[in-house]
């Protein structure tokens, strides 16, 4: 795209110099500022516009254009090429009332739907034909009439971003402002600090009042506790600056953000209950064999420990206990077992195998 | 997750869990197959002699199995037979195992070794006094009782480590590769600590409810007994029966404490079951009865009688007659394995230097290979 300025060393269109309507050329009047009219974007000179649409509204001077034009409706080309001037224009008079937000649509797919209907009509009033142009005019003016409430809503939350990215910045620039003038504040009561104590500990070592080295280092502490205390209090106000934010601050339009539910510790066994319930696990139980393992600490050197042999004797005095093997097991198919294990080499190395069709065969290792 | 389910997980329950008609049906298919096989190898066996009886270079299999080979019909053994056997083989077990002085699970990790790998597997092909030496030496590791192989093999006498390793690989496929074994025991430890517990008193049966109040009389003293009796049943008749393929240890452990005090499981039992489920209580204590009964059948410091010893030395001797002729040499076979394993990739090994080598000759030259000359 080529602007108007940058493109007047560059080019040397004779259709930049010269006025079509009154001819007059730049170089002879180098004050020559063409104008446009978005009704019809015929160009002519700023005289030609004071000339003939002084008196009020005329048609326009080009030849078979016909379209009667105001004054007011004049302005600077932004663009060199006209064409994109115009459809710079139509975008903005679509975009103005096709101006709804990603967020309204429920998927990506709605609303890349919706882009590509609004960029098809662009086209059609760009580029179309006379009657593509019409109809996307009428569809534009229908659209517009049944959505006059949510168009205006969508301005309204457009314009308000804007607003609050504004205010936004406005008010990092205030925090900036205070923080600096802190900083400079800090220094100045620093060095006054400093300053202070040092005539103390003058007036000090001058009365005479105990020993010199003392004194300097006791200086030395205060000197460094109060910086240290200004630290901590200068942090304090940094950090409840941070947090108090201003709700109006807060970006709207953003989709609604779930609180993170606290996250459980992980479970390596998803949930696997172990409790016994069969017996209660006491903490200690009399056994005569057990008697030296208790005492003797050797054997818990070794991380041996007796809840966990307590755990494992009682489990397994208890685990199938109500496991009925006939009835379970009668229920399965007979032989419920190996159907033939050995590998191919197996069965080839067992020379001259007698090939028993049998589920059962176990076919040997040699 | 209740203790239940729990047990439910483990292999011994998933795999080597059977009814007791299921466990007969296996075993009879198992003993009908290996006859047909031992019958069909002693006849390729007569038939290859036949055609080389002049020729003395015979295979090395062949030769030593056809000194064993009977003439006429092979009589094989039943399965009655095969399991007089095994339990024969079960004991000598526990004495092999008392002798090389290994705990009590060891043992009997071996003896559910053997009897699971005999499900799978018959007498007639794979000889147990083999497999019972490879079973007690898996149990050591199993149970975590160290014992170096070289030992072990002096220890027993007579035996090579490769006698002991002939057959690892066999008994662990018959294992199905799972090496777990749940035992009783420490069940039992557990059982008697909480009796012990009740009898002091202050100590709620179950989560939730009441302390137990009415104990039997002399309690402690009758707890002390029967946990004596219960460890010899456990040590020696469950191990020797099938219980521990159709009951649960925890259901192991309560029968030989049944069978010890019968009373005293009975309000123990009553106890851990509230009176309103009573299903399951009486089915537990039925269960329980069951397998006390199955417990009895061999008492603990019970000998073969005299009798018995007379057909179990029979038996025996029939064994020697039908064992499979191409399975005797375990070792045998092994080696066989393992040098035919070698050979080939031998061949592979030359095949590819040669390749090689050519390849480095002709790369050699600097225009390649010559032409041949017409």
Not at chain 1, 75 to 98: M, N, P, Q, S, T
Not at chain 2, 65 to 94: H, M, N, W
Not at chain 2, 143 to 166: C, M, Q, S, W
Request: some cysteine.
């Amino acid at each position: 795209m080529i602007r108007n300025g940058a493109s007047k060393s560059l080019e040397s269109n004779p259709s930049d110099d010269i006025c079509p309507v009154c001819k007059s050329n730049r170089y002879l009047t180098p004050s020559l500022q063409f104008l446009i009219n978005p009704e019809c974007y015929h160009k002519m000179c700023s005289t030609c516009v004071d000339r003939i649409f002084t008196s009020g509204p005329a048609s326009c001077p080009v030849r078979y254009c016909g379209k009667t034009l105001r004054k007011k409706g004049f302005h600077k080309a932004f663009f060199g090429d006209l064409k994109v001037e115009r459809e710079c224009d139509i975008r903005k008079r679509v975009g103005a009332v096709y101006n709804k937000r990603q967020d309204e649509f429920e998927t990506l797919l709605d609303w890349n739907n919706y882009l590509e209907n609004v960029e098809g009509l662009v086209f059609d009033l760009v580029e179309g034909g006379k009657e593509d142009k019409m109809r996307a005019e009428e569809k534009l003016r229908a659209y517009k009439e049944r959505n006059l409430g949510e168009i205006e809503a969508n301005k309204r939350a457009g314009l308000e971003e804007i607003e609050m990215e504004k205010r936004r910045e406005r008010a990092e620039k205030e925090a900036a402002r205070q923080r600096r003038l802190a900083a400079v504040r800090e220094a100045e009561e620093e060095k006054m600090d400093v300053e202070k104590s040092r005539r103390e500990v003058l007036e000090k070592l001058a009365s005479g009042e105990g020993d010199a080295r003392e004194i300097t280092e006791m200086a030395q502490k205060v000197v460094l506790k109060k910086s240290g205390a200004r630290r901590i209090a200068s942090e304090a106000i940094l950090q409840s600056n941070g947090s108090a934010k201003d709700p109006n601050l807060t970006i709207r339009g953003l989709k609604k953000r779930e609180a993170p539910v606290a996250e459980k510790p992980y479970e390596p066994f998803g949930g696997v209950d172990l409790a016994p319930s069969r017996y209660v696990l006491q903490e200690d139980y009399d056994s005569e064999w057990l008697a030296n393992a208790k005492k003797d600490q050797r054997h818990a050197a070794g991380g041996f420990s007796l809840h966990e042999y307590y755990a494992r004797t009682m489990f397994e005095a208890f685990s199938g206990l109500g496991v009925f093997i006939e009835d379970e097991m009668g229920s399965k198919a007979l032989p419920a077992v190996p159907s033939s294990i050995g590998t191919e080499a197996a069965a080839e190395a067992s020379t001259g195998k007698i090939k028993v069709e049998h589920k059962m065969e176990l076919d040997d290792v040699f | 997750m209740s203790e239940d389910e729990r047990y439910r997980t483990s292999t011994q329950y998933r795999l080597w869990s059977y009814t007791p008609q299921a466990l007969l049906a296996l075993r009879t298919t198992t003993n009908q197959i290996a006859a047909d096989r031992v019958r069909e190898a002693v006849r390729r066996i007569r038939e290859a002699r036949n055609i080389s009886s002049a020729d003395t270079s015979e295979a090395e299999n062949g030769r030593s199995a056809s000194a064993a080979i009977p003439e006429g019909e092979v009589d094989c053994l039943t399965v009655e037979e095969e399991l007089k056997l095994v339990a024969f083989y079960s004991r000598q077990t526990l004495q092999l195992g008392d002798h090389l002085k290994v705990p009590t699970d060891v043992k009997a990790t071996a003896i559910q070794y053997m009897k699971r790998f005999y499900i799978t597997n018959s007498l007639m092909t794979y000889h147990p006094t083999d497999i019972l030496k490879t079973a007690l030496f898996f149990a050591t590791k199993t149970e975590n009782h160290y014992f170096r192989l070289t030992k072990f093999a002096d220890a027993i006498g007579k035996t090579k480590p490769e006698d002991v390793l002939a057959s690892e690989f066999l008994l662990t496929q018959g294992l199905r590769f799972t090496f777990d074994v749940r035992h009783p025991f420490r069940a039992l430890e557990g059982a008697i600590m909480e009796l012990e517990a009740f009898a002091k008193g202050g100590v709620p049966p179950l989560p939730g409810a009441l302390i137990v109040e009415g104990t039997l009389a002399d309690m402690e003293k009758r707890v002390k007994i029967a946990h004596g009796k219960a460890r010899e049943y456990l040590k020696i008749s469950a191990a020797l029966t099938d219980v521990y393929f159709h009951y649960t240890p925890s259901q192991i452990m309560m029968a030989a404490l049944m069978i010890a005090d019968h009373e005293l499981v009975q309000w123990y039992i009553g106890v851990k079951f509230p009176a309103a489920d009573g299903v399951m209580l009486s089915k537990v204590l039925e269960v329980i009865e069951k397998c006390a009964d199955m417990l009895k059948t061999v008492a603990p410091n019970s000998e073969p009688s005299a009798a018995e010893k007379k057909e179990l030395s029979a038996l025996a001797k029939k064994l020697k007659k039908c064992r499979n002729p191409e399975k005797m040499d375990l070792v045998a076979l092994q080696r066989a394995k393992r040098e035919g394993d070698g050979e080939d990739e031998e061949k592979i090994v030359k095949k590819r230097k040669l390749e090689r080598e050519s390849s480095a000759r002709e790369a050699d030259d600097l225009f390649g290979p010559p032409i041949k000359k017409e």
